[in-house]
């Protein structure tokens, strides 16, 4: 299974990043984009695990000193890709979420994953494979406090991305 660990948005927040990704769209002749249910910021990238390697990151999870914390978006912007550039809502770089994912990876690289060897550059995807003239923009920014951190199966059914939490650290 290929999994990913994530801090998942309220609805009142996706419906904000949706009218991002709609304002995206409508200035795009390209483009796959991000359905309203798989919105989410992801703190690391575990990529394809065995049950034994779901269990250890699970673990890891659990060992991992996590408090809410709140997840604030104030711009959009892409990486690029050669013109079909990956759109995304931008995430500020606050100190409790760059801890948070900080001791996360310590956790899971300890448990022996091989995670994304970037610097974490928090963002949640908008669009994929996008063409547009747009150039990134600044918004004013809004927000969550986030309770949980979710350990994420992604799959493919029926030629549509399905994300589905398989275990979840809250604080509630
Ligand atoms: P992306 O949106 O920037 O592509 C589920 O696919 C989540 O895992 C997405 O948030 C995705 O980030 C991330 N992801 C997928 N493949 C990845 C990779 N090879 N390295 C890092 N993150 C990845």
């Known amino acids: 299974m290929r999994l990913f660990i994530a801090l998942n948005l309220n609805q009142d927040t996706r419906s904000r990043l949706l009218a991002l990704r709609d304002a995206l769209q409508a200035q795009s002749t390209q483009g796959r984009y991000s359905s309203p249910e798989n919105l989410h910021l992801t703190l690391a990238f575990l990529g394809e695990c065995s049950d034994k390697q779901a269990a250890a990151a699970k673990a890891a999870m659990n060992a991992t000193a996590f408090e809410p914390l709140s997840v604030a978006i104030d711009c959009v912007g892409r990486f690029k890709r050669g013109g079909k550039d990956l759109w995304w809502a931008g995430v500020q770089r606050d100190k409790p979420l760059i801890d948070l994912q900080g001791r996360l990876s310590r956790k899971l690289t300890g448990a022996g994953f091989s995670l994304?060897?970037?610097?974490?550059?928090?963002?949640?995807?908008?669009?994929?494979?996008?063409?547009?003239?747009?150039?990134?923009?600044?918004?004013?920014?809004?927000?969550?406090t986030v309770r949980r951190m979710e350990l994420m199966k992604s799959e493919q059914i029926k030629g549509k991305m399905v994300y589905t939490p398989i275990h979840e650290v809250p604080r509630l």
């Open 116 to 144: 994304e060897k970037r610097k974490y550059s928090p963002h949640i995807t908008l669009g994929r494979d996008v063409v547009t003239d747009c150039e990134p923009w600044p918004i004013e920014a809004f927000g969550e």
